[in-house]
């Protein structure tokens, strides 16, 4: 059982920066993949980023390629998501969340466990 925290989310104007962690319980962080996620008002909830294991391999939506940056650190049992350039488009609820994948994956359906989500709002 992995119980997982979000933290960091706010009101920024476009153009601004946020870093979002994710806080993780248990012993066994390191043995899974981390993933974002984000879901707008009235629509489904869609990928952002994932990190490996060993925060080795990442890949993101295109999206937010070259302006958000996924990290983790095993020690401290603790995965962020580093925002900059934010825009209105940006704005969501977001979610971290734990796959026991051996592969990296985007889908949601393939994510074991999930936080209760950090609201990040960005101002035009």
């Known amino acids: 059982q992995v119980q997982l925290v979000e933290s960091g989310g706010g009101l920024v104007q476009s153009g601004g920066s946020l870093r979002l962690s994710c806080a993780a319980s248990?012993?066994?962080?390191?043995?899974?993949?981390m993933g974002w996620f984000r879901q707008a008002p009235g629509k489904e909830r869609e990928f952002v980023a994932t990190?490996?294991?060993?925060?080795?391999?990442?890949y993101y939506t295109d999206s937010v390629k070259g302006r958000f940056t996924v990290s983790r650190d095993n020690a401290k049992r603790t995965m962020y998501l580093q925002m900059n350039s934010l825009k209105p488009d940006d704005t969501a609820v977001y979610y971290c969340a734990a796959s026991g994948e051996l592969a990296l994956t985007t889908r949601p359906t393939r994510f074991d466990y999930w936080g209760q989500g950090t609201q990040v709002t960005v101002s035009s």
């Open positions: 248990g012993r066994t962080f390191g043995t899974y993949a």
């Open positions: 990190i490996s294991r060993s925060g080795s391999t990442t």
